[in-house]
């Protein structure tokens, strides 16, 4: 019993150095962590996002993967924007042809004007007395059945005209052949002007379309010239508007759209692609 209790008391000086180098060690710790925190902050942040942080192998597969998907990406923009420049490109055909029937309706609107003009001023002197009999009239009757149908022929009177005058709704073909051609003629030159602002109002249309076609072709071909550049241009660009600040965003002037006489020549022409 004696010989125990001796060998215990002969540890206890050992064990006593042992837990005061412990808690020495363990202040020291404590201390340094209310001194410095930043040290064991920063070590153990560094080994967290080391193992956090993916191994070269994956980057090497995800960066494969982002150059793929870009690529199609650039193959899908640029199909889409060569479709849009063939839209376009259609678009400013129909609205060239637009222009020239407006054109022609123009110059026919002329030309029964001119014609209204000439047999208003021939009705204006004396008419030609004649007999008023049956045969006179009839023979008048003919004359404007004869008129109207060959203008309804040339297409400068609808169908539904052409019977007004035939069943003389509107009409009187007791009048002098003068008078009724004068009357024809107006009739003639009132379509034609109908016509005419029928064929304005699709030019507009047509521009408006060829207008908008050009500006989702443009923005696609931007879109498609930018997908192909490499993501580490686009990151220069993003570091050089950092540093040098962000810039006053200016609007652009919008081109003015006057229309002069009878066809949009004063319009801004859409650009071909």
């Not at 931007?222 to 006053?248: M, W």
């Amino acid at each position: 019993m004696q010989t125990v209790f001796s060998a215990v008391l002969y540890d206890v000086p050992q064990a006593a150095v042992i837990w005061l180098a412990l808690i020495a060690v363990a202040a020291i710790v404590i201390a340094a962590l209310i001194v410095r925190p930043d040290w064991f902050r920063s070590v153990f942040g560094e080994r967290i996002s080391e193992a956090a942080r993916p191994s070269s192998l994956e980057l090497a597969a995800e960066t494969r993967e982002r150059s793929r998907e870009r690529a199609r990406f650039a193959q899908e923009v640029e199909v889409a924007a060569a479709r849009a420049a063939a839209t376009a490109e259609r678009r400013r055909a129909e609205w060239l042809a637009a222009q020239d029937e407006v054109e022609t309706a123009w110059q026919a609107y002329e030309a029964a004007e001119e014609d209204v003009r000439r047999l208003a001023a021939a009705a204006a002197l004396p008419l030609p007395r004649t007999a008023r009999t049956p045969a006179e009239y009839a023979d008048r009757e003919r004359w404007l059945h004869r008129a109207a149908t060959a203008a309804q022929e040339r297409g400068e009177i609808t169908v539904e005209q052409l019977s007004d005058i035939l069943q003389h709704r509107g009409w009187d073909p007791r009048r002098h052949p003068v008078e009724q051609e004068l009357l024809l003629r107006r009739l003639i030159r009132d379509n034609v002007r109908a016509r005419h602002e029928a064929a304005q109002e699709r030019e507009r249309a047509a521009w408006r379309a060829a207008e908008l076609a050009a500006a989702a072709a443009r923005s696609l071909r931007q879109e498609a010239y930018a997908a192909t550049r490499p993501d580490l241009e686009r990151q220069n660009a993003l570091s050089i508007v950092d540093l040098t600040g962000p810039e006053t965003t200016r609007e652009l002037p919008t081109p003015a759209r006057a229309e002069s006489g009878s066809t949009a020549r004063g319009r801004a022409a859409v650009p071909a692609f």
